[in-house]
């Protein structure tokens, strides 16, 4: 059963939903409280694209946990201000804008529902928040589950025209070597090349930006420290290394795919590893993409979280078998 | 920040469900504070749509309010924040969904004139329930011709995710909505379209609704209005982004544009109407 939460936090009005079967009573109710909170990747609202958050919260709350979504000032039904542009607001977000209004609305909830603990979650840049959310060192904060993370501060460009191109991030170096690699290959590209419509001017920018990625990468070979892209979010780095010395239980889930792997390990992170001592899981979900819905992933992302929370923070139904 | 923030009545609003046959049909109303002009009732987008259209669609309901609209907006059910699995619904059940909450507005103390605002597939259903007599004025926005026609476009998000997924599935949209014709769920951005869906949206077709009980003396008025460049790309996809320079870099996408122009040219559409029908 759903209901509707509107809080007053910090001057900001924030909506949200709670999924709990104990608000029905014909359901019994139960004594243990470990909370679980759900915050959208970027712009979407609560419910994330494809209704991906509520399908969880849904699955959740059968296993009874009280289960919360909430729209972040600004998105979705919560006022508030934000900028024109998505890369813009994307930034905000990952330099923690969201982090004030979670260390409140954690405390608030765990007031009014009389949680004993919480779980926070988070989509992409949701993720990054609920990372952030381990900053105030609160005791009420005892897991953290994290969907797609973004460890690359966004690059936010004006409208205007480029002088010199930048350098370029991991995804870019990524995409261009894809880029590559399929052009080499292309008939069509041969044959543009040797009637001379080639897209001269992107070759020469490419070439040019690769070989700078490709210096810098030679340079942290054989450094004890790695040296991490310069887009790299390091306050995120530095809460993702704080809940890993603290041995804060960590879900991690991301797609399966290679490139996604090279990104992670482009950060220093080892995606798909499992790290017992830090009290890391990280499973990588095959065939999808980036928003975590098509080929199956929708419910293997529910069962994911069913498995872990039940491992991690048993409940009165915890005597179920774990969902294969 | 643009400069269409809501001025007031943002305190006002709030948030609760309408039970409609064992599920919880969420809903926002939006009051004003000004002397009440009417009501609107907004009928948003296709469920694949609706998570990138919310955040313009909440600021036009926070226009309307702080123009002295009460304006309601609902989600389907199956859809974002009502109950239910989108599989087991269609759009019969959402064509349900928008008479409920109409009717609910109706039960609202003072009686003014109701306005239906569709978006996509909400101006479909608004096209049918202004059709059984429900509502005063029906502005449509980014209206498809049909509902098939609606779903046809939105199977172009299969197709790009099969693209870039390492599954050997690459069909085209005629052999997707084939699967469905053959009794087959075909899941498009994490929701289940079933064969019923399918079958369903041939019977809706804009503008080809007939009136049943609509009395010859009730008056009742049609706004087909066509967004701006700006509008329509932010409320349909449709477009280039027209605030990027040309010959610009890596263009930055838009999140909350400036719709000042938008929303006054569609308010000044609903003035219109409601002196039309000698309301205002």
Redesign the interface.
Known sequence: ??K?I?LDLLGH?M?G?LHDSSLDPSQPQRTYRTGVLLLSFG??????????G??IADRLEKLGYPTFRFDMP????S?G?????????WRDILLGAHEPPLHALCENLAHLYSLKELVVGGFCGGAVTALYAINARSPLIKGLILLEPEMALV????????TMPEPLTVDAYQENIDLIKSRITSLYSWRRLISAKADFRFWHTLWFRLFDHAMRKIKSVGKRKKTLPPETNQRMLNSWNLARQLRIPTLVLSVA?INRAKYYRAYGLNPGVEHLKSKLSWHQIP???H?L???GA?DLVGMHFENWLKKNYPTQDSGKSLTT | ??NI??KNF??L?????LAINGE?L?Y?LHPTALPLRARILLAGPF??E??HR??SW?RWA?FLAAHGFEVMRFDYRG???S?GY?ENFGFEDWLNDLRHCAEWLDKRPLSVPLIIHGLGLGALLGDKLLAYGIGNILLTWLVPKSAREMLYEQLKIKMA??F????NERKTRDQFIADLEAGQVV?V???NWTPNLWAESGKYVFGKNQSPSQSPDTQRIRIDAELDALAAHTFGGVGPNP???S????????????LTECFNSNYGFLNSALIKLGTN
């Open positions: 059963m759903r509707v509107q009005r909506f939903t712009q979407q609202p609560r419910s994330w694209v494809g209704d991906l509520s399908s600004g998105l979705g039904d006022p201000a934000i900028p024109i542009y998505l890369e813009e607001l690059r936010t460009s004006s409208t205007t025209k480029s795919s065939n999808t993409t928003a819905l098509t080929g929708k | 920040m643009n923030l809501p943002e305190h609003e709030y948030a609760d469900y919880q969420y926002v469920a694949t609706r998570p919310y955040i909440v926070r859809v974002g924040e109950t989108f995710n099969n870039i997924l390492p599954s899941e951005e994490g929701h605030l990027r320079s010959g610009g870099g890596s263009s930055m996408r838009l999140v909350n544009p400036d």
